[in-house]
C-alpha cells in the first residue's frame, strides 16, 4: 500500500504543478498551453480518483456483495 499511497502523492503535486503551469501560461497569453495544462490537470485528477477508488475501496466492495 506504501507504494498506492506514494503514487498518489506524485499525481497530487502533479496537480498542483499543472495548475500553476496553467495560471502562469495564462498570465502570459498562452492559450494553448493553458489549455493543455488544464486538461492534463483533469485528467490526472480522474487517474487519482480511479486509483484511490480501486486501491483502498475495491476490496470493501467485493466483502460486500
Not at 18 to 42: I, P, W
Amino acid at each position: 500500500m506504501q507504494e498506492v499511497a506514494d503514487t498518489l502523492l506524485n499525481i497530487e503535486q502533479a496537480i498542483r504543478r499543472a495548475t500553476r503551469g496553467e495560471r502562469h501560461a495564462q498570465k502570459l497569453k498562452q492559450e494553448g498551453a493553458a489549455s493543455a495544462l488544464q486538461l492534463a490537470a483533469a485528467d490526472l485528477e480522474a487517474i487519482r480518483q480511479r486509483l484511490f477508488q480501486a486501491a483502498f475501496f475495491s476490496e470493501d466492495q467485493n466483502k460486500l456483495f
